[in-house]
């Protein structure tokens, strides 16, 4: 049990209670402690009978069961993996921005969810940051089941079609991937590589409650040339230590 402990804190702290929360909702929901038909994200009860905390537990919730169960461990484990190393690695020691990265990307899931009546976020959300971590990666080569191997920036579209075999839904996976896509856009591509202004800045409150620290874990993957060379010139020369990528299903 110290073991486990110690490996539980030793999970980066936001990831951590991401993990932990998408481990005890579905308990809770499965032991019956709470009726799953108030975790789902309705319109009607969240909008119109002001049931405001449904965004928040879909989030967390997953129906677990004989049909679902892989589905669910797979992805718990691709939150683990993929949520750690993003803020281990371009996130490290900005707590602040990675949790407004996650902000960013939720809001913009709630409102695709209750427009598109999606009663569960837990994948799509998951599979923004796997989507961003792909990016900030895009040239690295990752290896897959069965000793497939490709670049990052193909993966988010490989488990799409991954999940679907064993069960997801395309379009949990393809709203995240599009998520993904609009947070990379705006953080990254636009004002890096084309000039463009930051439409996207962390609120001040959040560095009061999050405030930057040195050091850390190193961190994962390598950014395109021309975003490391953006931040260089905005830190004075300065490079960011981005690291080394991993190859997935590796522990």
């Not at 993966?155 to 993904?180: D, H």
Request: proline share 6%; charged share 15%.
């Amino acid at each position: 049990m110290s073991d486990l402990g110690d490996w539980f804190r030793s999970i980066p702290l936001i990831t951590r209670y991401w993990f932990a929360g998408s481990i005890a909702v579905p308990l809770i929901g499965k032991l019956g402690l709470i009726s799953p038909v108030y975790l789902f994200l309705w319109p009607d009860a969240f909008i119109n009978r002001f049931q405001i905390w449904r965004p928040i537990t879909a989030t967390f919730f997953f129906p677990v069961g004989p049909g679902t169960g892989f589905l669910y461990l797979v992805n718990l484990y691709f939150l683990y993996q993929y949520s750690s190393r993003l803020e281990t690695g371009a996130f490290d020691g900005r707590p602040a921005d990675y949790m407004f990265m996650l902000l960013f990307n939720w809001i913009c899931i709630v409102i695709t969810g209750l427009a598109m009546d999606m009663q569960l976020l837990m994948i799509p959300l998951i599979m923004s940051v796997l989507y961003v971590w792909a990016q900030l990666n895009r040239d690295m080569i990752v290896s897959f089941w069965f000793g497939t191997r490709f670049k990052a920036c193909y993966l988010p579209w490989v488990i799409l079609g991954f999940n679907y075999i064993i069960g997801g839904s395309v379009i949990n996976e393809l709203i995240g991937n599009l998520v993904g896509h609009l947070y990379f856009f705006l953080m990254f591509k636009y004002p890096m590589d084309l000039g463009g202004r930051n439409f996207l800045s962390t609120p001040q409150f959040l560095y009061r409650w999050l405030p930057n620290r040195r050091g850390g874990v190193s961190g994962f993957g390598v950014p395109p040339a021309s975003m490391r060379r953006a931040a260089e010139d905005q830190q004075g020369g300065g490079r960011h230590n981005w690291g080394q990528g991993f190859r997935l299903g590796d522990q």
